[in-house]
Structure formats: structure tokens, C-alpha cells
């Protein structure tokens, strides 16, 4: 693993997210809006090209040489042959970090962004009722990242080559 990997893996994205906001960028008038996007960028590209890596380097070698054998280049191997083997295997992954990110953005408000989370906690404070703003927040997560996860499934599905047709040319099916 290397460094950019383990060090995103190992820090809390709540961490990461305080960091860039009130050290990297505390000098400057960067919007937290901004600074919380990076954030989650660099924290979901780190955690999606790990897990995309791995189903890469899972395919066996085979796959390849047989791929150079019939003529094709070595990005029509990886596009025709790898690539679709390998989105097997992460895209179930993917969506599920996907869901996971849009969960994590919860936390934005530490800072100073405007949220579903950090209304919650204004409602709660103005009115002194931590069960309706709290629950009210819960339900409409849930609820979105149930959504997402069912659009993200279709399109995994959509994409799977294992769902697709077969056409072989010369040959009638």
C-alpha cells in the first residue's frame, strides 16, 4: 500500500476534512463547501482506486496473454477482457462505498457548512427536542441512501457484463 493510501485509510475523513478546512486552506478564503468536496475526493478516489486495483490484479495473467494471442493491443485487452472481469468484482464494492461517502458528509458541519445534519443540530438547539430534528435526519438518510443504492445496483447491473448478450460473429444464435 502505498503512502497517499495508507494514510487516507488510516485517518478519519472527519480528521482529514479539519486538516484541509482550518490548516491547509486556513489562510485562505476557500469556502468550506469546496474544502469538504476535496476532502471526500481524495478520500473516496483513495479507498475506490484500492478496491478497483484489487479487482484488477486479481485477474489472472492468462487473461492477458490469451487477449495479446488473438491480436488485440494491450488497452483492447484491458478494455475488452480485464475491465469487464474486474467490474464484477468492484462494482458491488463501489456503490456500497458511494453510499457510505454520502453518509459520511454528515459531518461537514465541523467545518461550518451547512447541512441536513447541522440544521438538525439548529432545530435542536432552538427548540430544545433532540427526538423530531434527530429522527427527521435519520429518516431522510436512510431514505436517500436507499435510493442511491438501488439506482447505483441498476446501473451496476446495467453495466455487468455478465448481463449483457453474447454476439459471436458468424454465428447464429
Same mark, same amino acid.
Given at each position: 500500500?502505498?503512502?497517499?493510501? /495508507?494514510?487516507?485509510?488510516?485517518? +478519519?475523513?472527519?480528521?482529514?476534512?479539519?486538516?484541509?478546512?482550518? %490548516?491547509?486552506?486556513?489562510?485562505?478564503?476557500? +469556502?468550506? #463547501? #469546496?474544502?469538504?468536496?476535496?476532502?471526500?475526493?481524495?478520500?473516496?478516489?483513495?479507498? $475506490?482506486?484500492? @478496491?478497483?486495483?484489487? $479487482?484488477?490484479?486479481?485477474?489472472?495473467?492468462?487473461?492477458?496473454?490469451?487477449?495479446?494471442?488473438?491480436?488485440?493491443?494491450? @488497452?483492447?485487452?484491458?478494455?475488452?477482457?480485464?475491465?469487464? !472481469?474486474?467490474?464484477? !468484482?468492484?462494482? *458491488?464494492? &463501489?456503490?456500497?462505498?458511494?453510499?457510505?461517502?454520502?453518509?459520511?458528509?454528515?459531518?461537514?458541519?465541523?467545518? /461550518?457548512? !451547512?447541512?441536513?445534519?447541522? #440544521?438538525?443540530? &439548529? =432545530?435542536?438547539?432552538?427548540?430544545?427536542?433532540?427526538?423530531? *430534528? &434527530?429522527?427527521?435526519? $435519520?429518516?431522510?438518510?436512510?431514505?436517500?441512501?436507499?435510493?442511491? $443504492?438501488?439506482?447505483?445496483?441498476?446501473?451496476?447491473?446495467? %453495466?455487468? +457484463?455478465?448481463?449483457?448478450?453474447?454476439? =459471436?460473429?458468424?454465428?447464429? +444464435?
Amino acid at each position: 500500500m502505498n503512502g497517499y493510501q /495508507a494514510l487516507m485509510g488510516g485517518v +478519519p475523513i472527519v480528521v482529514v476534512l479539519m486538516v484541509l478546512y482550518y %490548516v491547509v486552506f486556513g489562510s485562505l478564503n476557500v +469556502p468550506g #463547501a #469546496a474544502v469538504a468536496v476535496l476532502a471526500f475526493a481524495l478520500s473516496f478516489g483513495s479507498t $475506490a482506486g484500492t @478496491t478497483m486495483w484489487t $479487482a484488477v490484479s486479481g485477474i489472472d495473467i492468462i487473461q492477458e496473454e490469451t487477449g495479446l494471442a488473438l491480436g488485440y493491443s494491450h @488497452t483492447q485487452v484491458f478494455r475488452k477482457i480485464i475491465f469487464p !472481469q474486474a467490474a464484477q !468484482q468492484f462494482l *458491488p464494492q &463501489l456503490v456500497g462505498q458511494f453510499v457510505s461517502l454520502v453518509k459520511d458528509t454528515s459531518i461537514v458541519g465541523y467545518i /461550518a457548512v !451547512q447541512d441536513l445534519t447541522r #440544521a438538525s443540530d &439548529l =432545530i435542536r438547539s432552538r427548540t430544545m427536542d433532540a427526538f423530531f *430534528p &434527530l429522527v427527521s435526519t $435519520a429518516i431522510i438518510y436512510f431514505l436517500f441512501c436507499r435510493l442511491l $443504492a438501488w439506482a447505483l445496483g441498476l446501473l451496476a447491473a446495467k %453495466v455487468d +457484463p455478465s448481463n449483457q448478450s453474447r454476439k =459471436i460473429k458468424g454465428v447464429r +444464435p
